[in-house]
């Protein structure tokens, strides 16, 4: 059980192009997702929490208008890299919480989206 | 700012022998730990986690020991296999906190055969 999907798992696109990507739990509902940056041999980093039903929440420093969120239902989020640049050029991981009482904190992994901007 | 950190960004094992991973974390305020395995160009992987009215949890080979005086946690693998191979990551967080993780640097777990 609690198993996330992404997709696409890598894109490659021209600079200036927007990219989006599809983050699923497949097994649950969760009301709130997120997603993560990651560079090469270095931790995540959450740009953003998606919530179901509502505006995402950016970390500071995330460009809201660069990365554009949406959590319409409780198992699909979507992320997209708006008018992308080769220094938008990572691996974007999510994760989803279930809804029910209990999982507290634990968040489940989608399997990552390797984005390259040439 | 607070953070969540190692002590040691690589760690090299033989096959068979138990490997243990360390966690430092500055917030006093963190109540619940994940221990989480990410293989190589893959997403992380739930592997064990902790509540801070625990000390010590099992799961199958692993164990995660929680010492909230001294804000460090650990997370013990028995009988290290190749398989095992891959960076571990703690991540912390609080009640109340919007169930956001704060992830520690990682650790690069290599089993040598």
């Known amino acids: 059980g609690a198993v996330v999907s992404q997709h696409p798992s890598w894109v490659i696109c021209k600079s200036g192009t927007s990219v ?12 709130t997702m997120f997603w993560y940056r990651q560079f090469p041999k270095q931790s995540l980093m959450l740009m953003a929490t998606s919530n179901e039903g509502s505006k995402a929440t950016y970390e500071q ?5 660069k990365f554009l969120i949406n959590h319409a239902s409780l198992t699909l989020s979507t992320l997209t890299v708006t008018s992308a640049h080769p220094e938008d050029s990572s691996f974007y991981i999510c994760s989803a919480s ?12 989608g399997p990552g989206t390797r984005l390259l901007v040439l | ?56 949890r099992q799961g199958q ?27 571990y990551f703690c991540a912390e967080t609080f009640t109340g906190g919007g169930n956001k993780l704060t992830f520690g640097t990682g650790t690069q777990l290599k089993v040598e055969l």
């Open chain 1, 20 to 31: 989006k990507i599809e983050c699923r739990s497949l097994d649950f509902q969760a009301t």
């Open chain 1, 61 to 65: 420093g995330v460009e809201k208008d």
């Open chain 1, 98 to 109: 279930p809804a029910r009482f209990g999982h507290g904190g634990t968040q489940y992994f």
């Open chain 2, 1 to 56: 700012g607070e953070s969540v950190g190692l002590h040691l960004p690589t760690l090299s094992v033989q096959e068979g022998d138990n490997s243990i991973i360390n966690c430092a974390y500055s917030n006093s305020a963190s109540d619940y730990f994940i221990w989480y395995k990410q293989e190589s160009g893959k997403g992380p992987q739930f592997i064990i986690d902790i509540r801070s009215n625990m000390d010590k």
């Open chain 2, 61 to 87: 080979r692993v164990t995660v020991l929680l010492n909230k005086t001294v804000k460090h946690l650990s997370l013990q693998i028995a009988a290290t296999q190749p398989g095992d191979s891959a960076v």
